[in-house]
């Protein structure tokens, strides 16, 4: 069955850092998400992504983020410079509409130190 | 006012038996989705069902249903026949304006199951 999948599982980074966290999409989707967990927290939206442009983002998702679609598989977010409270669980979600739902990758730990 | 509200910070069933987990959401938009997800203790998060707006029926997959009751804007999660491995964190989320409007979805804060043998 065809899955979300995320690289790395864990990410350790330095304050003031650039991160880049890495998804694969399911083939056949279009509609692709950024999602957060900050632990012990419900997961927050950050970004949607369509048609290679930033469809929504959240109050969150400001300048120090950037997604990029830079093949015909991977998804990206790139934060520029990491702060303490950026760490947390970084979800890739992918769908075939907007409609429809969301599958989830398994997540990228981030922990800023 | 918070959109997704999930009461039972934590519940305990016992396997073999059914569980009802409460999700209540606040929207002023005719037109809305409702989702149910599961979160592992190993972290991912995997899609159960979903149930929108206009469904005229409640939506069942396998052994999960959802008991959508429009009118006191609940859309609690039947889990029949616990099992060990339903052991999970849940979140129910909502996604707004279905037609036309946006596509993220704003999550619960979610209930911590536990299925007892």
């Known amino acids: 069955e065809p899955e979300v999948t995320q690289t790395p599982s864990h990410q350790v980074t330095q304050m003031g850092q650039e991160v880049i966290l890495r998804c694969v999409p399911i083939?056949?989707?279009?509609?692709f998400y950024w999602y957060r967990q900050i632990l012990g927290q419900k997961v927050e939206f950050l970004v949607s992504?369509?048609?290679?442009?930033?469809?929504?983002k959240s109050e969150i998702f400001d300048d120090q983020f950037s997604v990029e679609r830079p093949d015909g598989s991977n998804f990206t977010l790139k934060i520029r410079s990491t702060k303490l409270e950026d760490s947390a669980m970084y979800f890739c979600?992918?769908?075939?509409?907007?409609?429809?739902?969301?599958?989830f990758g398994p997540g990228t730990r981030l922990t800023v130190l | 006012a918070q959109k997704i509200t999930q009461t039972q910070p934590g519940m305990f069933v016992q396997e073999k038996e059914a569980v009802t987990l409460d999700c209540t959401y606040d929207?002023?938009?005719?037109?809305?989705?409702l989702f149910w997800y599961k979160q592992p203790s190993s972290g991912e998060m995997i899609f159960l069902i979903y149930?929108?707006?206009?469904?005229?029926q409640n939506a069942t997959e396998g052994r999960y249903s959802l008991n959508f009751q429009k009118a006191r804007k609940s859309a609690n999660l039947v889990i029949s026949a616990s099992q060990l491995g339903d052991s999970a964190m849940y979140f129910c989320?909502?996604?707004?304006?279905?037609?036309?409007?946006?596509?993220?979805?704003?999550f619960g804060k979610g209930t911590k199951l536990t299925v007892n043998p």
């Open positions: 929207t002023s938009d005719p037109s809305y989705g």
């Open positions: 992504f369509y048609n290679n442009e930033i469809s929504e």
């Open positions: 083939s056949n989707h279009l509609y």
């Open positions: 149930q929108g707006s206009y469904d005229q």
């Open positions: 989320a909502m996604r707004e304006g279905v037609r036309g409007g946006s596509e993220k979805l704003v």
């Open positions: 979600a992918s769908g075939t509409s907007r409609n429809n739902e969301q599958f």
